[in-house]
């Protein structure tokens, strides 16, 4: 079994990686240490949905713009943030979805 890493993701859930598959992860929901004592920064204007970076906001505002700027390089797809498009691009590493000109 490999070593286990861990990280936080932009909601404050902490992901552990580990084990024999690298790409799967295991939420274990705790704020990380640094956002415990915090409060959120920037609001939505549209839905007053609050984030701790202005970057995240922006990513957010993809959403209710349809704006879809980050491109997955091996379908047609694309995504409003780079998380989404991480997620996908993992589905593609782990055969579960079809490379474009692929065919099932």
Wanted: aromatic share 8%; proline share 9%.
């Amino acid at each position: 079994s490999g070593s286990t890493n861990r990280y936080w993701n932009s909601s404050g859930d902490t992901h552990v990686y580990g084990g024999d598959n690298p790409y799967m992860s295991r939420a274990i929901n705790q704020t990380p240490p640094n956002l415990r004592t915090q409060k959120p920064r920037v609001k939505c204007p549209i839905c007053l949905k609050t984030f701790m970076r202005k970057q995240a906001l922006g990513y957010h505002m993809n959403i209710h713009t349809g704006e879809k700027p980050f491109k997955c390089k091996l379908c047609p797809k694309s995504f409003p943030n780079p998380g989404t498009l991480n997620k996908h691009t993992k589905r593609h590493q782990l055969g579960l979805l079809v490379h474009e000109g692929q065919h099932m």
